[in-house]
């Protein structure tokens, strides 16, 4: 049987002799063998169980579960458990870091369209991000009405051109109104602005949100705060609580 010293065991697993001997003072390798002169020698099976010790390591699994670990009988069902566990946690921490990743650039690419940066600037940004699902959602409802009811418009008026009955294509057209009237104030209720200029969010008159110009995610509005008239950032309403 093979006989390696500290430095030996060291170079074969790729780490410090140090690790080594903080391994040893721990109690998860302890050398097979001391000479008279109190050299450490470790043999075949210690250097097979280093290198699980770096494996398990190089996952990030803390030391005293690998001293738990290796103490105990069946030790691969417990590894099995513990990699689980570790599994799940990355997945956590990936997922963090890519939500995290995705807010760094879509604050990039705000700040892109910005004319005049300032921090206020950063903050209408951030409140967009806040509620960018939010509005998704609106829109995604939004679409999931308008489209049964441009279909119910469309094929009751096919049906009347091709046997001559109109009265499906009247009441389909009085639905897709009184849908269409639905989603417009749905749509109001649901969406605030952010004013470029002073960077208060606020909610036009219905009357001046429905008859200007727009375009998908900016309207031409009159600011109730500061009296700015321009295009104005769409963003989610937040709902108002009761004091």
Known sequence: MSKYTTGEIA????????????YDTRGILVPS???????????????????????????????????????EEDPGSVISLLLEQQRKQLKEEIGEREERLKKLEDLASGLKDVEHFSVESIGDIAYLMKNKKQLRK??????SVGIPLEIIEVGTFVLALNIGIWWPFILGLLIEI???????????????????????????KFSEMFWASHTPTTRRL??????????????????????
Request: one cysteine or more; aromatic letters at 10%; glycine letters at 4%.
């Open 11 to 22: 170079k074969l697993c790729e780490v410090t002799v140090r690790t080594v001997q903080y």
């Open 33 to 71: 063998e001391l000479t008279e002169g109190g050299r450490r020698l470790y043999n075949d099976e210690d250097l097979r169980k280093m290198k699980i010790i770096c494996f398990l390591r190089e996952l990030d699994l803390p030391i005293n579960s690998i001293a738990d670990l290796l103490k």
């Open 138 to 143: 609106v829109r995604t409802i939004m679409l």
């Open 178 to 204: 009184a849908g269409a009237a639905w989603m417009v104030h749905f749509y109001y209720k649901k969406v605030d602005y952010i004013c470029p200029q002073c960077h208060t969010v606020f909610k036009p």
């Open 222 to 243: 009159t600011c109730t705060c500061c009296g700015h008239k321009g295009f104005c950032v769409e963003t989610y309403a937040q709902e108002k609580t009761e004091a």
